[in-house]
Each structure stands twice: as C-alpha cells, then as structure tokens.
T-cell receptor
Framework: AQSVAQPEDQVNVAEGNPLTVKCTYS??????LFWYVQYPNRGLQFLLK??????LVKGSYGFEAEFNKSQTSFHLKKPSALVSDSALYFC????????????FGDGTTLTVKP | EAQVTQNPRYLITVTGKKLTVTCSQN?????MSWYRQDPGLGLRQIYY???????DKGDVPEGYKVSRKEKRNFPLILESPSPNQTSLYFC?????????????FGPGTRLLVL
C-alpha cells in the first residue's frame, strides 16, 4: 500500500534562514509527488510536483523540492524563509497503477519567527 | 474565476440527522474527490469520482455516500451522522484522472456532530 511520512510535526526556523520540510514515501512503482500548503482557515494550495525528469523541482513562492529515488524522499526546501511562509504543509503521493487514490502525509507545521 | 466551492462552510448538527455537503467546480474537471482532515491524521480520502456516474471508495468511506450526476457537482452525503464524523472536509478536483494531475481544493466545510 502506498504511504507517505512527514517525520516532523513541527519545524521552526528564523526568518532569512533556509528551511527544509521532510517527506518520505513507500516505494511501489514510479510515484508522482506533490507538496501542498494550507494557510489558516483556507483550503490546500498546490506548491509543486515531481512527475519525471529533473530531480530538482521548482514551485511557487520560491519553494523547491528534490526527488531522491534511492532514499524515497521528496523534501521541500527554501533558501530564505519568510514569516509569511508559516503554514501547514502536506506531502502527497499518487501512482499510475491507482491514479484515483491520493495519499497524504500527516502534515508539518512550519513556523518562521522574525 | 476558476474555483471549487463548498456549502455550507460551517455546520452543526445532531446524531442521525441526514445532511449533504455540496461541492461544485467550474473548470470542467473530470476528477473530483472528498477528503477529511483530522488533527494528527492529515488528509484521508473518502470517495472519488473519475467522471459522471463513476465513483469509487477511498480510504475511509464508511458512513458516507456520494453521487456524480453532473460533471460539475459532487455532493457528500451523511445519511446518519455520528460524532466521529466531526471533522474538516475538503472537496478537490482535477482536469482528468491521471496520477500527475494537480488537485484544486475547495475552502473546506467544518462539521460538528453532537
């Protein structure tokens, strides 16, 4: 069964510092990996996705993520965090073998302090 | 404006009283899905629909029904709500059923079952 793990419930960083939000997935074929962000009292917004090709994916708001097949990871990164990046981040995985099904991680709360 | 809408946004009800949460998208998307979000559990998929009159179960379908009579609408029905269905519900859609497709989320419906 497909699964996603976000090992950190909470990540705290200072504004201007680099940030990393971790995501690993269970291996079963070739995954499609997504990052979504949820701001308070809002729905989820798409940030970026890995489909194929370059392992480094660039997305919205200066975020990027690196797909690492050997480590089955897809960590979200940003070189310089902003206070406005504070939100709940979800990693998700889908597979072609069962395209209708989406599996999300439990979410990681990112707090960026001034 | 391209969007996914949900109604109502907030709902308080009592055990056993049937309710329907509506979801509508104006993007002519084929694929639609329902999720519930609970603290520490992330998003869990309830049901999804690949197109009109085609639906399938997600990870947590018990106690829920759906229908897809029109392409734009995908209502979630709770025939006899119970307190364990108290949750935040999200509807999502994407252009087609394909693992690489990005999902667009509605604003959420917060349900409290007493």
């Amino acid at each position: 069964a497909q699964s996603v793990a976000q090992p950190e419930d909470q990540v705290n960083v200072a504004e201007g510092n680099p940030l990393t939000v971790k995501c690993t997935y269970s291996v079963s074929g070739n995954p499609y990996l997504f990052w979504y962000v949820q701001y308070p009292n809002r729905g989820l917004q798409f940030l970026l996705k890995y489909i194929t090709g370059d392992n480094l994916v660039k997305g919205s708001y200066g975020f990027e993520a690196e797909f690492n097949k050997s480590q089955t990871s897809f960590h979200l990164k940003k070189p310089s965090a902003l206070v406005s990046d504070s939100a709940l981040y979800f990693c998700a995985v889908r597979f072609n073998t069962n395209a209708g099904k989406s599996t999300f991680g439990d979410g990681t709360t990112l707090t960026v302090k001034p | 404006e391209a969007q996914v809408t949900q109604n109502p946004r907030y709902l308080i009800t009592v055990t056993g009283k049937k309710l329907t949460v509506t979801c509508s998208q104006n993007m002519n998307h084929e694929y639609m899905s329902w999720y519930r979000q609970d603290p520490g559990l992330g998003l869990r998929q309830i049901y999804y629909s690949m197109n009109v009159e085609v639906t399938d179960k997600g990870d947590v379908p018990e106690g829920y029904k759906v229908s897809r009579k029109e392409k734009r609408n995908f209502p979630l029905i709770l025939e006899s709500p119970s307190p364990n269905q108290t949750s935040l519900y999200f509807c999502a859609s994407s252009f087609r059923l394909a693992a690489q497709e990005t999902q667009y989320f509605g604003p959420g419906t917060r349900l409290l079952v007493l």
